[in-house]
């Protein structure tokens, strides 16, 4: 059955220190791969997303991912984070015949102190 | 361009009535996938709605029931509500059926509670 894993609940970080959210998933096929963020008071936002070639990833807000295969993994990474990036984020796999019917994980929640 | 708006932004309901949320698409978007959000878990995928029909449907059962207008916009309806049903319930919206991009637009929620 197709899932994804988000190991960390709960992530909290310095302001200006790296960080990197892990997220494993199990689909049978080449997987579509995303991540999600989550405000307060906002809809969920894609931050990047995986369908096929250069296995890392260039997303918005100065987000990367990187897809491993042999892993099972996408984790989410970022060199400096700012206050601004504290929300929830969601790692989803997506099916191949319909793109939009997405498998979330159960999210990691970021907390970013100064 | 107007983005995903959804309506009422929070309600709350006994078991066994029924609600109807609302979802009004991102302009030039002509498919509205329904999630529920139950509290400290993921989207969960209900159904989609494509050129007004059904595209896909997730584990949910049918009280869970849908439409999709000429406009695009959508409705959510619940019979019979539980107390599990008590969720965030996100619409969102995207080009093509599922078979494009694969990015949704998400709107804010309704937020349903169910006592």
């Known amino acids: 059955a197709q899932s994804v894993t988000q190991p960390d609940i709960h992530i909290t970080v310095s302001e200006g220190a790296s960080l990197e959210l892990r997220c494993n998933y199990s689909?049978?096929?080449?997987?579509?791969l995303f991540w999600y963020v989550q405000s307060p008071g906002q809809g969920l936002q894609l931050l990047l997303k995986y369908f096929s070639g250069d296995t890392l990833v260039q997303g918005i807000k100065g987000f990367e991912a990187e897809f491993k295969r042999s892993q099972s993994s996408f984790n989410l990474r970022k060199p400096s984070v700012h206050w601004s990036d504290a929300a929830e984020y969601f790692c989803?796999?997506?099916?191949?015949?319909?793109?939009?019917?997405?498998?979330f994980g159960t999210g990691t929640r970021l907390q970013v102190f100064p | 361009e107007t983005g995903v708006t959804q309506s009422p932004t929070h309600l709350i309901k006994t078991r066994g009535q029924q609600v109807t949320l609302r979802c009004s698409s991102q302009s030039g978007h002509n498919t509205v996938s329904w999630y529920q959000q139950a509290l400290g878990q993921g989207p969960q995928f209900i159904f989609q709605y494509y050129r007004e029909e059904e595209n896909g449907r997730g584990n949910f059962p049918p009280r869970f029931s849908g439409l999709q207008f000429p406009n695009y916009s959508s409705e959510l309806n619940v019979n019979a509500l539980e107390l599990d049903d008590s969720a965030l319930y996100l619409c969102?919206?995207?080009w093509g059926g599922g078979a494009n991009t694969g990015e949704l637009f998400f709107g804010e929620g309704s937020r349903l509670t169910v006592l």
């Open positions: 989803a796999v997506g099916a191949t015949y319909n793109t939009d019917k997405l498998i």
């Open positions: 689909y049978g096929a080449t997987p579509y």
């Open positions: 969102a919206s995207s």
